[in-house]
């Protein structure tokens, strides 16, 4: 079945750094992604929905600026975490779209990145 | 309310219990899917459906679009299973809602 991948799958940064998570689909072209966030023991939430070619769309309450995202191929989007502070630490999670076979709503989860900034 | 509700939110079993986890959601749906996430936060997508049955080894899904339900059952279950599972709807378009989880346990 398709594939996606991230990198890193785990990350520790100091405080006011700049972490670049990446989302690739390995064997189908995606053109759209998704990136979500998750706290400890709460459900998933979606930050931004990702076009390749074009500027990501935020949800309300995600700053654009600080979380940046690009989707600079039909295969790779990836959401740098700028000045990253103690409360950014989360899990991120990537999803791809496949519409290659027509179907709208064949995603496919990244296996998720662990962010702890100290 | 959420749009999408999960039940029970902790479950335990012993090995070899058969499992069921339900999913009910208050929007319409072009999809449903179940995500399983081991510790450590991995994600690792189930099923996908929008009508009937889909069987996958040990794992059934179910899912019954007039009464808004979905059931995730687990037969013959292992320690290797306990994992948190997430229900999550596409209502079309981008927008997808995702149940708060059920964390299963199967002890030895």
């Known amino acids: 079945g398709a594939v996606v991948s991230q990198h890193p799958s785990r990350v520790i940064c100091k405080s006011g750094t700049s972490v670049k998570i990446e989302c690739r689909s390995l064997d189908f072209q995606a053109t759209t992604m998704f990136w979500y966030r998750q706290f400890p023991k709460q459900s998933l939430m979606l930050m931004a929905t990702s076009n390749e070619g074009s500027k990501a769309t935020y949800e309300q309450g995600v700053e654009k600026d600080k979380f940046l995202i690009n989707h600079a191929s039909l295969t790779l989007s990836t959401l740098t975490v700028t000045s990253a502070h103690p409360e950014d630490s989360s899990f991120y999670i990537c999803?791809?779209?496949?519409?290659?076979?027509?179907?709208?709503?064949?995603?496919?989860f990244g296996p998720g990145t662990r962010l702890t900034v100290l | 309310k959420n749009e999408v509700e999960q039940s029970p939110q902790n479950l335990t079993a012993q090995e070899g219990e058969f499992i069921t986890i339900n999913c009910s959601y208050s929007?319409?749906?072009?999809?449903l899917h179940w995500l399983q996430q081991h510790p450590g936060g991995g994600i690792v997508s189930l099923f996908m459906?929008?009508?009937g049955k889909k069987k996958h080894g040990r794992l059934i899904a179910t899912i019954n679009i007039q009464e808004k339900h979905s059931s995730l059952h687990i037969t013959a279950s292992h320690p290797r299973d306990s994992a948190v599972y997430i229900c999550a709807v596409s209502s079309g378009g981008n927008q997808f809602y995702f149940g708060t989880g059920t964390s299963l346990t199967v002890i030895p």
């Open positions: 929007v319409g749906i072009s999809a």
């Open positions: 459906l929008s009508s």
């Open positions: 999803s791809a779209r496949d519409r290659s076979g027509g179907r709208t709503d064949t995603q496919y």
